[in-house]
């Protein structure tokens, strides 16, 4: 694999359809009556799956001069990519099932949607595992990665799924106050793990400390803290906690935050990816 934009879009977007799934789950139970919303949420869900694979098959090389190889990684199951096809493979199969109880308009069964939210949290924390098990990067070995990747995953995943219910709905999207309230928890939550995860790296070894200052103040600083900080964190936060406020939530702000939350996933992990691949590599 090359390690560079591609596998960032493909972490980005395997994140998102997990995090996209389990909200419609949640909203499926909530709302029952807003089935429009999670057909159409687990639909950008698969498709966020779907194109992330092409970036992931696009990125190794390799695979696409013997694609034959691709097969190989279902007889190691030691390996954690072995590991993660086996669970994008069961994951894909109780969405696309979803998706088809939603086009037929039964009902969700209970336990359908809890074996589909497993998945989805194993593929989200797979993400983060698998960066660390490619190479010993420091800032790629550590525990809070792959929780980092969790959180921000369910972040993204719930923003694009209220983008997309406000563009069906946005009365019905205005009427889930309670999904606001996880705008305002879950950039806190991110930020925290995130900072964790920096400080456990910086202190850890002097490789560490360079990939970390390569993200606070060197080359991949503005993507960083321009893009991960202020538009996926802070600015989602501050909108989201206004929005709370409002006795009318205003669709413009709940839109602003959550294509703020999307860019900040996207470079949150292309940041992650190239600090430790190019600030080793000269």
Known sequence: MIWGPLIACYLFLAGLSAGAFAATAYIGRKYPQARR????????????????????MV???AGLSDPGRFFLLF????????????IIC?????LVASIVFDAMRKAQSRALAAVG??????????????????TPYPLWSN?????????????????????????VNAGQVARMRELGRFGVALPLVEA????????????????????????????????????VVVLGLLAPFVLELVQSRLKAPRAVLGYLADAGVLVGGFCLRYT???AAVFTLCV
Do not use: H
Request: proline share 2%; hydrophobic share 65%.
């Open 37 to 56: 919303i999670c057909f159409l949420g687990r639909i950008v869900a698969l498709a966020a799956l779907c194109v992330g694979l092409v970036f992931l």
């Open 59 to 61: 990125d190794a090389e």
């Open 75 to 86: 007889g190691n199951p030691a390996s954690v990519m072995t590991i993660g096809v086996y």
């Open 90 to 94: 069961l994951y894909m199969i109780v």
């Open 117 to 134: 939210c497993v998945l989805a949290l194993c593929l989200a924390a797979y993400t983060g595992f698998l960066l660390g098990a490619a």
């Open 143 to 167: 525990a809070a990665l792959p929780v980092l990747f969790v959180v921000s995953g369910a972040s993204a995943g719930l923003a694009a799924v209220l983008i997309v219910g406000r563009i």
């Open 192 to 227: 925290f793990v995130l900072f964790c995860m920096l400080v456990s790296v910086a202190t850890g070894s002097a490789d560490g400390a360079a990939s970390v200052a390569s993200l606070v103040s060197g080359e991949q600083a503005l993507a960083f803290v321009g893009g």
């Open 272 to 274: 992650v990816v190239a």
